[in-house]
């Protein structure tokens, strides 16, 4: 489910790096490591092809979080809106949102 508190935290793909899988078998602890800390995804090759990937939990988790909003034709319409009032210049400061927040809270 689509959360701009979830993604705000969330790390984003940067980097990939190859491995042979020799190497990755060799020193798995390090590459799972590695992986976890940086989020530098790992790209793993049998007889030089590319055959599997290993990356962080939290990436997966973003990456079929963001297919999930991309295949959700509501929430994709929202964000084109969104979008497109933004161009528009219809936006505003955070000084003003504040206050809309407090006048809101203070009808309840």
Do not use: C, W
Request: glycine fraction near 2%; avoid cysteine; proline fraction near 3%.
């Amino acid at each position: 489910m689509y959360s701009p508190a979830g993604l705000a935290r969330r790390p984003i793909l940067l980097f990939m790096s190859t491995k042979s899988l020799a190497h990755v078998k060799t020193h798995f602890s390090a590459v799972v490591e590695m992986v976890h800390e940086t989020h530098e995804s790992v790209v793993v090759t049998r007889n030089g092809e590319p055959a599997a990937v290993v990356m962080a939990v939290e990436d997966l988790e973003s990456l079929e979080e963001t297919l999930a909003i991309v295949q959700d034709q509501q929430a994709m319409a929202d964000l084109a809106e969104a979008e497109a009032a933004v161009k528009a210049g219809d936006t505003v400061d955070a000084d003003a949102l504040r206050a809309m927040i407090e006048t809101r809270v203070k009808r309840r």
